[in-house]
């Protein structure tokens, strides 16, 4: 008696595990063709923009300013302004962000107070990018008077990726061992010299990381830039940051928006040279996290 | 403060609570200057709680609190005119897992002795540095490395790291928290042998499991055990001279245990 029920358990067993393992696969199979379809659109995306593209990519596309010719045109405004809105975007919220990851990771008390904070930025990480614009438009452009400058745009890229540089600090102070931290107070060392000579250092790797995922980000935004009225024909060096400026992602929808075949092929071009930033950028971080992360 | 009496520090009326839980109950024992006390007892009956009391580091614990009063050299640390900072660079602490910072072995030393206020040369640093790995019985093995990161030692040159980079700072108290559970027996043999010689200059307070350890290398030796089973608070049942607890002790639970015939 116990032998037959005994066995009979043993088949049910059996057929459950081939139920399984066929469920199991046909998940396995779904998923693959979801990554190829993925990785076939991408492909025909990127030989389309190559194809279009690549005769134009010459000397006078980083030369020259953008005109009424495409053959004249270039990104030489945008690539300026592109550039030097990284460059004051990250003055602006590397301190900041970082400086708020710290506190609210090693110094905030843990009172209703910070949970509110922080449930704030966690959810202000994912507001649209458009909201921010309009929130520069008034703040900046307006409210403070800088008008459609650069610094305007800087601020308002400040306000969008400030969110996701708090939590990714957070993140990578939190992977921080408390052990560490023990360690140096067990010696003598304040708070804040614990936070300042480990916990910031071992976590700046991840912390960098963090910066540059998020400024790549930024570098691709279009929609706030336009908000804030950087969509703007410029065919001048940029002068200072209260200039006023483009951004190659605006370039790039302004030449696509032109009907001439010329411009379509230079947008085209624009994408191939934002898309090697991007990756470049990407490339840097990965190489960042593989090289100088501590495995504890 | 009187910096020669027999007693370095003395518990008075000590209470260590978590939130509500009160881990750690009534504690009145007096530690002897330059001798090793252990601490031994069950699994959660508070040994860390009462060690990390000695220098404020309970305190790290967002829920814990503590009643009562601990002098050292005379002068209660739970005053609220002490700073923690201070109590902790006179009172070092080893942890159980060996924790060194993922810096150079060099770093690993002489960052605590930088914080601490050292402003002399490279030369006087190097010195400091290599007295501080002498006296930890590891100069021999690292000497060559002292670039190298505190991580690439083994388990027992870390936790001997952990000690010259606590020793350097010249504390007058060393904590052990379990310092050689993580180590195979000749790496704890170093470690205990290291102990007879930092006796001569620190005072050591050692929390094991082991009861042999507790008995060669501890001087007088605290026995704590949970007060009842309905609160749970443990306390110290027990505290004398090590030969005594383990050969004669008056309480028979102390006796139970030491024998291994506890529970
Ligand atoms: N951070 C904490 N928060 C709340 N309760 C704690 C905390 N740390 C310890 N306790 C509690 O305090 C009591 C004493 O813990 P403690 O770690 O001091 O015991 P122990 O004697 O060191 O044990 P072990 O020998 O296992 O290390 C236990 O009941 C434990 O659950
Ligand atoms: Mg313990």
Redesign the pocket.
């Known amino acids: 008696m116990t032998a037959i029920t005994s066995s009979l358990r043993d088949i049910t067993f059996e057929q459950q595990l081939a139920q399984r393992q066929r469920r199991g696969k046909i998940l396995e199979i779904a998923a693959l063709i979801a990554i190829l379809l993925g990785i076939a659109m991408l492909l025909t995306l990127l030989v389309d923009v190559v194809i279009d593209g690549l005769p134009w990519l010459r000397p006078q596309l980083f030369t020259e300013f953008p005109s009424r010719f495409p053959e004249k045109s270039g990104l030489r405004s945008a690539i300026q302004g592109s550039i030097w809105l990284m460059v004051f975007t990250s003055i602006m919220v590397i301190p900041i962000g970082v400086g708020a990851g710290i506190y609210l990771e090693e110094f905030a008390p843990r009172n209703r107070l910070t949970e509110f904070i922080e449930i704030n930025i966690a959810n202000l990480a994912g507001v649209p990018s458009i909201i921010y614009g309009l929130l520069g438009l008034g703040l900046f452009v307006r409210g403070l008077g800088l008008g459609r400058s650069l610094i305007a745009g800087a601020l308002t890229m400040t306000l969008l990726v400030l969110p996701i540089i708090i939590v990714t600090t957070r993140e990578a102070i939190r992977a921080v061992p408390r052990s560490i931290r023990l360690a140096a107070l067990a010696l003598g060392a304040s708070q804040w010299e614990t936070a300042r000579d480990h916990v910031l250092v071992y976590s700046m790797p991840a912390i960098l990381t963090g910066v540059i995922l998020a400024m790549s980000r930024a570098i691709g935004e279009t929609a706030p830039l336009i908000t804030i009225g950087a969509l703007t024909y410029i065919a001048f060096d940029l002068r200072g940051p209260l200039d006023i400026f483009t951004v190659l992602p605006i370039q790039i929808f302004n030449w696509v928006s032109l009907p001439q075949k010329g411009f379509h092929d230079l947008a085209a071009a624009g994408i191939i040279v934002l898309l090697v930033l991007l990756l470049s950028m990407n490339a840097l971080a990965i190489w960042l996290r593989n090289r100088l992360f501590i495995r504890w | 403060m009187n910096e020669n009496s027999e007693y370095i520090l003395e518990t008075r009326n000590l209470n260590l609570y978590?939130g509500n839980?009160l881990?750690v109950a009534d504690v009145n024992i007096k530690i002897r200057r330059h001798q090793i006390t252990a601490i031994i007892?069950p699994?959660?009956?508070?040994?860390?709680?009462l060690l990390r009391a000695f220098n404020r580091m309970n305190e790290l614990?967002p829920?814990a609190r503590t009643e009562g009063e601990i002098l050292f050299n005379n002068e209660n640390i739970y005053d609220p005119s002490i700073d923690p900072v201070e109590v902790r660079r006179r009172i070092g602490m080893v942890f159980q897992k060996p924790n060194p910072f993922p810096k150079s072995i060099y770093e690993n030393i002489a960052w605590g002795l930088r914080i601490n206020g050292f402003r002399g040369s490279k030369s006087e640093l190097d010195d400091l540095v290599e007295k501080a790995l002498r006296d930890a019985a590891l100069w021999d093995e690292v000497k060559d490395k002292l670039d190298q990161s505190g991580l690439s030692l083994s388990g027992g040159q870390q936790q001997r790291l952990c000690i010259a980079r606590t020793i350097a700072v010249r504390p007058e108290v060393i904590l052990m928290d379990e310092p050689a559970s993580a180590l195979d027996p000749i790496a704890t043999l170093r470690i205990e042998e290291l102990m007879q010689e930092l006796k001569k200059n620190y005072t050591i307070i050692i929390?094991t499991?082991n009861m042999q350890q507790a008995a060669r290398v501890s001087d007088y030796t605290a026995m704590?055990m949970l007060r009842n089973h309905e609160d749970?608070s443990?306390t110290v049942i027990e505290f004398d001279r090590t030969e005594v607890i383990f050969t004669n002790p008056r309480d028979k639970r102390t006796q139970d245990y030491v024998t291994g015939r506890f529970g």
């Open positions: 978590y839980f881990a007892g699994s959660g009956c508070g040994k860390s709680t614990v829920t929390v499991h704590m749970r443990g």
